[in-house]
């Protein structure tokens, strides 16, 4: 069962390039979220999708737009990279929109930008 | 804006000794979840407490949520090196407010466990 699946899992870019990064999940769930993940910063949310059909802002979501293609995937693109995006990007889903809903993660993508 | 500090933010200790993470905020939670994450892998849930001075034990792993729902903390007895990781908690915001649905997290406790 692989659960949440990330690709590409390792990406290099040039300050200025756009990329799509996708995320899959198998499990059925209703809510899908999109995460970077900094040194000493812990994880910050980016864009999330509480269910199919709808997309809405984190805590930092400027210089990035998300598609909720279907239910079960759930795309990050970043239309002009930037040095201050290089990070760890997760993607996660849970079964509902809520209050005690564990997340269940990808694998990660780790992304520099040059 | 809800906000969770954890600390420390790096423990390195020898096998078979006892260890304890705090995670602390001035902001209400309505849950805490405990989540530990591998080098290369994403973040697995540990647990989740909801009741304020809930305690819930996995194996050598104790977790307690403060009486306030203000803070936790995670308890490991007799560390293994198989404990080795990054240490995330994340709270839950009740319903009604803005950040209803979504995890706040903290900035991560680092433990390595020596042989």
């Known amino acids: 069962n692989a659960g949440v699946t990330q690709t590409p899992k390792f990406q290099v870019l040039k300050t200025g390039q756009s990329m799509t990064l996708q995320c899959a999940q198998d499990m059925n769930h209703n809510s899908m979220y999109w995460y970077r993940q900094d040194p000493g910063m812990g994880l910050r949310l980016i864009y999330y999708?509480?269910?199919?059909?709808?997309?809405d802002k984190g805590e930092v979501p400027n210089g990035y737009n998300v598609s909720r293609l279907n239910k079960r995937e759930f795309s990050l693109r970043l239309e002009s990279a930037a040095p201050s995006q290089t990070s760890v990007y997760f993607c996660?889903?849970?079964?509902?929109?809520?209050?005690?809903?564990?997340?269940?993660f990808g694998d990660g993508t780790r992304l520099s930008i040059l | 804006t809800q906000l969770l500090e954890q600390s420390p933010q790096f423990l390195s200790i020898q096998e078979g000794e006892n260890l304890t993470v705090y995670c602390n905020s001035s902001?209400?939670?309505?849950?805490l979840q405990w989540y530990r994450q591998e080098p290369g892998e994403g973040p697995v849930l540990l647990v989740t407490?909801?009741?304020?001075?809930e305690v819930k034990k996995l194996k050598r792993l104790t977790f307690q949520f403060g009486d306030a729902r203000k803070d936790s903390s995670l308890h490991i007895t007799a560390a293994q090196p198989g404990d080795t990781g990054l240490y995330l908690c994340a709270g839950g915001a009740n319903a009604g407010g803005t950040s209803y649905g979504k995890l706040t997290f903290g900035q991560g406790t680092i433990l390595t466990v020596h042989p």
């Open positions: 407490v909801v009741t304020g001075g």
């Open positions: 996660a889903s849970s079964d509902y929109w809520g209050e005690y809903q564990p997340q269940h």
């Open positions: 902001s209400v939670f309505s849950s």
């Open positions: 999708s509480a269910s199919e059909g709808t997309t």
